[in-house]
């Protein structure tokens, strides 16, 4: 899905406008549909969305913010899946093309809303970023390791329960990967998180992608 | 020169690669121990969607999964057009349709323990009268010997070929055309009736 996130230095700009311009292109071309969000179809989309929304409990009403949301998919998703929950939603996303399709596309949604930005204007019960760390176009590795930092940081900051985002897992032997896509076994985020952000992260993997989704829940302040 | 015809526009066959790919062989992800991509995301996306379901059409499964192609034109619009007539085909089984054998094949496929990798191919509907769409567990592919597919045969006939224009008598041809010209292969529902 579309990108986001960073810290305010010039390099943060640059990349995220990076980020705004190849997911403009994409719902330029192909709209409000998985493809225009870099997506293969809706069911590989919404199965993600399982995943990151585990984190969430359906019993209670809650707000969430959705990093990097695209044209809102996940908005329709969960007013589809979880009508009966009374849920504030927030999508934020970096590019100003993405946000003019998700408020067209949502219209009429009850409690969801949009902002253009690389960062949540609030504090929400949960947070969650679908896809946004996949694709790093040419972005040199450790340029990128560090975007996915600041991100992380700046959900935990943003989140009172918790946050949950996904990565693409590293290619088996022999498996060619796209130029330009980024991939991580979990180990390393896990510990991030464990030690800089003082959260324990669950790693959900096993439903039939390369991939795998981290959901970090913030430990209780004794 | 002009634009009346598109030579792509007689192949099909990307929409059958689409179908292959996202159904094939699944690989190991990374150093886990659970596969991913091709059978085993579609065994997922079934348990948690029920993306093929009996009432739902194959046509309506597929756009699911995004296999019906993003780009219009003449070849998508045939593909859909035959894939929309898939209820009226007959099948390998006498109590199922052409579209219903396909969708049950599928559910029943994915709820086993380990799926098999899908397979579809067009083939001469001619040669199986009346037409059948035809499933069958067997390996078509040579280059993964011993590796069992369910494979989905889709039966397609050549298009009739074109009429010869009527000779307008006030206007005479440059050169001469020819009596007829190669009917594009465009998929095709085959007929009910037998051809003699």
Redesign the interface.
Known sequence: MTARAGGGDPGSALLHARIAEYYTQKVQA?GC???GADW?????Q??RF?QLLKLCDFTAAFSIDDLGCGYGAMAHFLHRRHGACAIDYLGIDLSAAMIWRARQHCRGLAGVRFVKGSRSPRVADYAVASGIFNVRQDEPRDRWDAFIRITLQQLAASSRLGFAVNFV????NG?RIAPGLYTT?PEPWVAYCADQIGADAQVV???????FSLLVRRRPVS | MGMLIEPHEIYFGSFLERFNMRFGPAIPAGQSVWHAGGIAEIAALQKEFEIFRQGRSFLQSAALLGLTGEHGGPAKDRWLEYLTRLPGMRSDSDAMNGDQRIVQAIIENLKRDTPLPCFMRAYDGRTREPGLVVVAEDQPLFQLEGVPFLTISLPMRPAAPPRPRAARPRAPAKSPAPASSPAPARPRAPSRRKQS
Do not use: S
Request: aromatic residues 8%.
């Open positions: 192909f549909t998985p493809l293969t179809c809706i069911a590989t919404e199965i399982v897992a590293p290619p088996a498996q076994p993997e096993g439903y039939g992608m390369q991939e």
